[in-house]
């Protein structure tokens, strides 16, 4: 039976947990505790079901090829047989036993993960899903971004755990870091949060796993760990005031002139749009449109010609600026650090 | 066999006009006819479905494809989901239910044959409604041309303000006549099974089969009437000024959730339980031995059928319950294994110390045990709440619920197909063709199904119409489309296999498999009023006593 197949690759996924053989977003590759707490419970779950499924396929395999009609058959009808009490008993007997294990381990994971104590030392963020977008505001620490999360290394010994409200600003989205937590929603009206403590600097992939509407395929996450200096440095660069220097170039008076500004904030202007991504420190990110392009100069100019190229059905409207416009408006965003 | 006239239409040869055999069908109330009349219906959407299914997979054949646009991917899943829920396998277990439950209990038709016809033509007028919208669902925006909001419709991107013209409309409206369809049949399936019982047939005496459309039709009037009332309210937000769910006027998208997914759980046992109805059937016949332990097959159908409404937030453990919420559905949904896996130990007694017999039916059947296996085990990890947050809306899911929609039901309804294929047409189907279809759609499934698992566990969502490459998804992607082909093709053999055999097939007799229960003592196919005179029976095998005077069942049971 080639179903076996998924169960070795179940497997062999489990065998290298410290490393994303398979995938950058393999889940049995966990590098935050809530990640670890649902592997350890996975790798149970699946020995349990793996000798369920060893031990029934046998059953009805061994039984199928025993009592087969042979070709030397008499022709008469075997021994009829109705039930018996003490078989039933038995194989409702154990079940309950196999079920009763489950049911303990799953509620000990449970616990662990949703009711995780906050250390004083750990980072909130509010995470607020937008089709077909991220916004990630840290209160405490003043910082507005979008579409790329920081987040520090948390050190076993000195947890700083990052703690993620998650909120929504139209339809259902749902947040998911395989390697570093569960996916939890982004329901609009109805708050939720999950934490996450990595435990390796890198780079964390993920993408909304909720669907939320035309572009739910490319609404990715991306997140940054990095060390404490590196998080701390990059925090104040995201607090500085957005570029200053010679306010009236062309470009942003094309960005102030036009509707960029409905939408859009660049901290220092007049631009305070709310609906999409703050674009103060935009050359900081190393993509656009939530994860689908890289953040090039091209790739910023073909954005603003055309939003559709690169996401069909992004909310974002094709300003129907001319070659001129798009240079200069792209070279004001390249100075946005 | 002369007689038999009014059942079918060729017995009264072809001669007669057109437009007078077309009347008699449109306005039948023969549940013989209206069961045929589901599943042709059934089988038409099966075909439109499937169409649907391969368009998703050839988009999804390798990253950044752009087969199709993702608006119009996005109505592809809507269309596929809710044409195969609603459209394709409801109609086809009423359209069973319909033809063999008079048949198996000694009644000579439905207890209300009107309002059965008033209940098939509404599912059908629905299905209609729901393919209409792609013409009619632009509405004066020029907007979407199908619902594209998913088959479960999570508010709130059902509203007007994220859903613009009548393709949301059109899919409320569909489910909504549907509904009212389902709902009459199920109350026509228990009365007829409560009250028509032929002399001697106590409750303890039905065929299995009757016992689990009972418990089936209970479960569709408790499931389908919270749908029918969320329906209702979706169509107040949208044009009345409602705020059920309207989540920037206070309304709560997680109460749509809650009614979604409380008929949605118990829907999934309304499909599969009469699956279970069709294998409790064919095994016996096949293995030439009673059904191992009848009473705790009743129990235990029963037993899933109680709990089966209480587990329905276990699709919602990533929408943020509470750790006491979250608990609770676990246990619910881990009980609920308990009854399912008595019901495969079953059937595995059923056959043991039998002579199998590997017919076409029995051999669905077989793989039906090993899938439905597989798809349970699965679920058992999917119940378990924090494995769900990371297992949750992964192509993990979707693999999940496909084995036991496809795995388990399908192959059951397959079975059930060639098991009373001569019954309904009097005609033998081609047993080559049977297993020709038998082993090339099983190859297919197992190439799709068993591999769209893996993307899952590395993190792949599902409803995206397009993946970034170096996920290290490409691989699993490329052997699930292909898979697609095999399956399709084997679907064509089963229609090639129904056509062929109904017009060219040898004439089957009243009784081919030798069985036991009482649909089997008319004549193929059955005359209108199915039997001459109404029989009596004293076991739950009648057929079994008649053919075996000295060793009746009844002096068992």
Known sequence: MLSVVFWFVAAASATGPATPALSPTNIFAPASTPAKSIFGLSLFVIAVTASI?????????????????????????????????????AWTVIPVLIVVALFMATVRVIADVQKASRPDGAIEVVAIGHQFWWEYRYPGLKVVTANELHVPVSDPSHPTPTFIQLLSADTDHSFWIPRLAGKTDLIPNHPNSIWIDPQQTGLYLGQCAQYCGTQHAKMLLRVYVQSREDFDRWIEEQRQPGAVGDAATQGQRIFETTACINCHTIAGTVANGRFGPDLTHLMSRDTIAAGAALNTAKNLRIWIQNPNAIKPGSLMPAMELNDAEVDALTAYLETLR | MATD????????????????QLHEWVTTVDHKRLGILYVVYAL???????????????QLIRPHNDFVSPQVFNRMFTMHGTTMIFFVVMPLVFGFANYLVPLMIG????????????SFWLTAFGGLLLYFSLVGANGLYGAGNAPDVGWFAYAPLTSRTFSVGHSTDFWTLALLVSGFGSIGTAINIMTT???????????????????????MAGLVILAVSPLTAAQVMLVIDRYLGGHFFDTQAGGSAVIWMHFFWVFGHPEVYVLVIPAFAFISEIVPVFSRKAMFGYPIMVAATVAIGFVSMSVWAH???????????????????????????????NWLATMWGGKILFKTPMLFAIAFLFQFLIAGLTGIMLGSAPFNWQLSNSYFVVAHFHYVIVGAILFAIFGAFYYWFPKVSGKMYSETLGRWHFWVF???????????????????????????????????????????FFQAAGVLVFVYNLLWSYFRGDAAGSDPWDAWTLEWSTSSPPPAYNFSTIPTVRSRRPLWDLKHPEDPDWKYE
């Open chain 2, 193 to 215: 099974i409560l009250c028509m019982r032929c002399p001697g047939m106590s409750l303890g005496k039905m065929p299995l089969l009757a016992w689990l459309n009972l418990v």
């Open chain 2, 442 to 484: 099983l190859i297919g499934f197992h190439l799709t199904f068993d591999f769209m698992h893996v993307p899952g566990l590395l993190g792949m969502p599902r409803r995206i119409y397009t993946y970034e490459p170096g996920r290290g998804w490409d691989t699993w992607n490329l052997i699930v489309t292909i898979g697609v």
């Open chain 2, 5 to 20: 006239s009014i059942a079918w239409p060729r017995s009264e040869g072809l001669s007669r006009p057109f437009v007078d």
């Open chain 2, 315 to 345: 699709h919602m453990f990533t929408v943020g319950m509470s750790a006491n919420a979250n608990t609770f559905f676990v246990f619910s949904t881990m009980a609920i294994a308990v009854p399912t896996g008595i019901k495969i130990f």
């Open chain 1, 53 to 89: 499924f060893v031990v029934v396929f046998s059953l009805v395999a061994y039984c199928v090829v025993k009592f087969r009609k042979r070709a030397n058959d008499d022709g008469r009808e075997p021994p009829q047989v109705y039930g018996s009490n003490q078989v039933e008993l």
């Open chain 2, 44 to 58: 038409i959407f099966l075909v439109v479905g499937g169409i649907e299914a391969t368009i998703i997979r050839i």
């Open chain 2, 107 to 118: 009644a000579r038709d439905m207890a209300f044959p009107r309002l059965n016809a008033f």
